[in-house]
């Protein structure tokens, strides 16, 4: 058995009585050890009862040979054991160096993905933030609460890049209304809120017909289109089209209430919400975190759903390790 794990053969010819040690006895060593389940094995014997070369069969031999060896015979079994033994070792190669393949093509593909996510939340960030740390904030901090509530694997690994694209629909938005410096009338406001409808159409499906994105929010929500195949950009049509709707039924574009409101689009409500409050804007300054604080807790309930407030504040130390993470600088720095 040294010999074998040493020299890692493509054959061996065991006789069944030797000394100290029956072939059989190797043979079923040999078979219980992964890496030599599938090595051929001739067996040599002098003996011609059934019972042997059964036993040996169900130990796993792959040819018998009767003793005395005759050595054309033996070259043709060895010949043909290892032709079968080469055709195996192709394929096994062949499949280690397909599945090889196909992990560096996904690895590849979702890297590609996750950077075209990023570039396209860029997109819509830079129309009014030219860091575009905003999105990266709220996709941070609504990661952190989505694993806090424990919530399904697959929707915490998604929501980080899907609530980075919250407000894709801004690219739809009049510059004279999104850099406005002051507070919007309220046909301004009317136009700003149309960024849910366009940020859930620029993950629709485009053979599909396109609603007006300036029909009324009632007429809107009827002609909701289905969004793409990719999980995250589905996850992404939810999260803009529903981000402003209050957990008290006063948001928009629907009116929804409670728990009728996506899990995703009630944790990205306060994650944008909470890095709004600290971040200056064209029409306000930065509140500080104590007072962003206050205000998350006050809306509780009203804004917000509960829950989501409630993991905001178990994992608080993680936010405030995050705000200053990713704090505004004067250098245009994407960290997908």
Known sequence: MELIRRELPDVVLLDIMMPHISGLEILEILRKHQDFVDLPVII????????TKLEALQLGATEFLGKPVDSVELESRLRNVLTVKAHQDRLKNY????????????TELAQTHAEVVDCLARVGEFRDNETGYHVLRVGAYA?????????????????????????????GIPDSVLLKPGKLDSNEFEQMKQHCLCGQRVFSDPSRESPDPMLPHTSAGKAILSAGSSPVLQMAATIAYSHHEKWDGTGYPEGLAGEAIPIEARITAVADVFDALTSKRPYKNAL???????ILRQERGAHFDPAVIDAFFAVVEEIIRLYHKYAETEEIVWHG
């Open 143 to 171: 990661e952190t609460l989505a694993r806090q509530m424990e919530l399904d694997s697959e929707i915490v690994g998604r929501i980080r890049q899907a609530a980075a694209l919250h407000d894709i629909g801004k690219v």
């Open 95 to 106: 499949a280690w160096e397909l599945e090889l393949e196909v992990a560096i093509r996904s």
């Open 288 to 294: 500080s975190l104590d007072e962003s604080f206050a």
């Open 44 to 51: 040599l014997t002098a003996a011609d009862n059934r019972e």
